[in-house]
């Protein structure tokens, strides 16, 4: 970091014209985004390999169908011929789109109770696509037409996933109002003109971001979901605030010391740029871990997931210092009141003060508040979320109460195609299949036919395939089918997921918790304080699972916030992927404190002081950080999907924990408690970590010169 910054300020104008360059093509390229990205699942599971046989064989059968909930008017019902005929036309509208209603299959479990409605099941072209909207409306007029006084609604998970419409939720307005937000906090910090500085480097950040993944999506075949638009968006402005509000912090510490503008850029891009270099180290590495599930979705979350720290690095540590030192002076001297010292704060020194003084009780106070919430964590429940709490209103959440009330179970929009081999009887199938508990009825039309003599009969469950409350359906079902029959489905293939995702989960905590492991002791010079550092953020990643159980699955919080139901369980992928971010990204107030106590404790060798000093200097940073980050990741929730909402959740809440209760009380507090064994490193250790070995006194007092290298430098 030495050089770095000498290099930037020789470079100033050709890194200022890079980053230009990458912004405008940013700008160009973010609304185009969207149309790259593939909502796409691959994965080696039986119901992967069924969709994949029926998208060829039949379009999109395996995928969720459009409902069309048909309210018959007084003194018809569902046998009358102009019912019949009307759905016959509804049918016939739908170019491109399978249907199965009661006038093609005649089957009873397409009648409402009393016989005074019926269902007419649409399904998209392609497996991971939905109905269109005009589709469904054109179906809807014909059978009006033919039925005078007939009410038809629409419903099904991708119309309630989507809010009710087939809008989307705009990546935009999330952003401004992050930013927004954000602005407000770092005037607050700064008092002056320099809260636009972490500002500009974010939106320089999430516009090259944005070209990252454009770009990996023509560089890798694995499916990237489009809702990382959200997440790439969110969290690449709160991490680049972050990193950018160390280095401001740091600049206006070394000039209140006495340096001049030009030295004080220098010293902070060498005293702070390892820490947040290495911060986003440990957050990409966590983020890129996720590879190692084999399921599409969640190795493209982790592909996109590794350009967000190491892109806001990159733009803090060469946008920030530049800006600095071009016009951080006179921006400082600029704002709506007289600004703080950067050094020690006394609210701040009062409760590092209080924490050295009381460490077993803050230690204490903060066990509880994680074994309580991680208790609650331990009862997560990985399933798909019910239809019913996919939307709290619109028109979708409005059929969806129609098929409710005309006496249809839920379970009718998550169908499960079972695909037969030539020679095989629809009908005799069918008819076995009925008999499988669980099931409320089995279509089969004649026209679903493959050229090669195959056919499709659709089962209807009575309870939503895929959720918590699903029951052993699918598993029956798969027993029952004949031999060489394809049992598909969206939702079939997400409860494969699941089990996926129940297996991998371990490894994936084992490998990042061990890399972790093995960088922070490198860095630290240490191996009790990288475990304790692991072991903390296991514990906050467990924290935040058990506010999404409170929030989420028992509903406290989901329907006086989002108007949502509990949902019962947490969908599929959501506790991985919360993994995979919350692990690097807490990592980061972890170092930003330690890298402050170690450097503390290098100068004067007392691990009190140096608690104090470390906590006094970064705990409004942390807090400051933490706290945009969390307002990033709450406008985030604001978006249609119900996961990223869990998502959002799930990362706002873990930041805050680990900001609050883990960085602010038990760090310091477990530092303190445990004295000199801190900084002890066994010369096998320094080995094992291809250190250079220490002087004799190294146990009792590390040498600045070798911490010097370490992340706090």
């Not at 770092?186 to 320099?194: D, E, I």
């Not at 983020?287 to 990159?314: K, R």
């Not at 924490?355 to 609650?376: E, Q, T």
């Not at 293939?493 to 129940?502: E, G, K, L, N, S």
Request: glycine share 12%; charged share 15%.
């Amino acid at each position: 970091m030495r050089q770095w910054g000498a290099f930037l300020l020789r470079y100033r104008l050709w890194v200022v014209l890079a980053w230009i360059v990458v912004a405008a093509a940013g700008a160009v390229l973010a609304p185009r985004l969207g149309d790259r990205l593939v909502d796409g699942t691959t994965m080696h599971a039986a119901g992967y390999t069924a969709n994949r046989a029926l998208q060829r064989e039949y379009g999109g059968v395996a995928g969720n169908p459009a409902a069309l909930v048909v309210d018959l008017p007084d003194g018809t019902d569902a046998e009358a011929p102009r019912v019949r005929a009307a759905l016959a036309a509804a049918q016939r509208v739908a170019a491109g789109v399978r249907t199965l209603s009661y006038a093609s299959t005649g089957d009873r479990a397409l009648v409402g109770a009393g016989g005074r409605s019926t269902l007419l099941l649409a399904y998209p072209p392609a497996t991971r696509r939905a109905v269109d909207a005009r589709v469904l409306g054109a179906m809807g007029a014909a059978i009006v037409r033919d039925v005078p006084g007939a009410r038809v609604q629409a419903t099904g998970l991708a119309l309630l996933s989507a809010g009710g419409s087939q809008a989307k939720g705009s990546v935009l307005t999330e952003l401004l109002v992050g930013a927004g937000l954000a602005l407000v906090v770092l005037v607050w910090v700064f008092g002056s003109a320099l809260a636009v500085l972490p500002l500009v480097s974010a939106l320089v950040s999430v516009l090259a971001m944005q070209v990252a993944i454009y770009g990996l999506t023509y560089a890798t075949d694995v499916g990237i979901n489009p809702s990382v638009r959200f997440i790439v968006a969110l969290l690449g402005l709160g991490l680049s605030i972050d990193y950018s509000l160390l280095l401001v912090q740091r600049w206006r510490e070394e000039r209140d010391a006495g340096a001049a503008d030009r030295a004080a850029v220098l010293l902070a891009v060498r005293r702070a740029g390892h820490s947040v270099a290495f911060s986003a180290l440990i957050a990409s590495l966590g983020l890129f871990a996720l590879v190692v599930v084999p399921v599409s979705f969640v190795q493209g979350v982790g592909l996109a997931g590794l350009f967000i720290p190491s892109i806001a690095v990159l733009v803090a540590l060469t946008v920030v210092p530049l800006l600095l030192a071009a016009v951080g002076p006179p921006l400082d001297r600029v704002g709506p009141r007289r600004r703080r010292a950067a050094g020690a704060g006394r609210g701040w020194t009062a409760v590092a003060r209080a924490i050295v003084a009381h460490p077993k009780s803050a230690a204490v106070g903060g066990g509880i508040v994680l074994a309580v919430l991680c208790g609650f964590g331990l009862t997560l429940s990985v399933a798909a979320p019910p239809a019913a709490s996919l939307a709290s209103g619109g028109t979708a959440a409005h059929g969806l109460d129609a098929l409710r009330r005309d006496g249809f179970p839920t379970g009718v929009l998550t169908p499960v195609p079972v695909g037969l081999p030539a020679g095989t009887d629809p009908a005799a199938t069918a008819a076995g299949l009925r008999a499988v508990p669980g099931v409320h009825g089995v279509l089969a039309d004649p026209a679903w036919r493959s050229p090669a003599g195959g056919s499709v009969v659709m089962v209807l469950p009575r309870r939503e395939i895929g959720t918590a409350h699903a029951g052993p359906t699918l598993d029956a079902l798969r027993r029952a089918a004949p031999p060489g029959a394809l049992v598909g489905g969206n939702q079939v293939q997400m409860a494969d997921a699941v089990r996926i995702v129940t297996d991998r989960l371990p490894v994936l905590l084992a490998a990042v918790a061990a890399l972790t492991f093995v960088l922070l002791a490198r860095g630290m010079r240490s191996l009790l304080l990288p475990a304790k550092a692991v072991a903390l953020n296991l514990l906050s990643v467990g924290a935040a699972y058990g506010v999404l159980v409170l929030v989420w699955q028992h509903g406290f919080g989901s329907r006086p916030l989002w108007g949502v139901a509990a949902t019962g369980s947490i969908s599929t992928f959501v506790p991985m992927l919360l993994f995979g971010f919350l692990f690097g990204v807490s990592m980061d107030y972890e170092v930003f404190i330690l890298a402050r106590v170690r450097e503390a404790y290098d100068a004067g060798g007392d691990t009190r002081a140096a608690v104090v000093e470390g906590v006094a200097r970064t705990g409004r940073l942390v807090t400051s950080a933490a706290l945009i980050l969390f307002l990033a990741l709450a406008s985030l929730s604001s978006a249609p999907d119900v996961t990223v909402k869990m998502m959002a959740t799930g990362m706002a809440a873990g930041v805050l924990i680990d900001a609050v209760v883990v960085r602010t009380l038990l760090t310091p507090a477990l530092v303190v408690l445990f004295g000199r064994a801190n900084w002890r490193l066994p010369e096998w250790a320094r080995r094992a970590l291809l250190l250079p070995s220490a002087p004799r006194d190294a146990d009792a007092r590390p040498v600045p010169g070798v911490a010097a290298a370490g992340p706090g430098s």
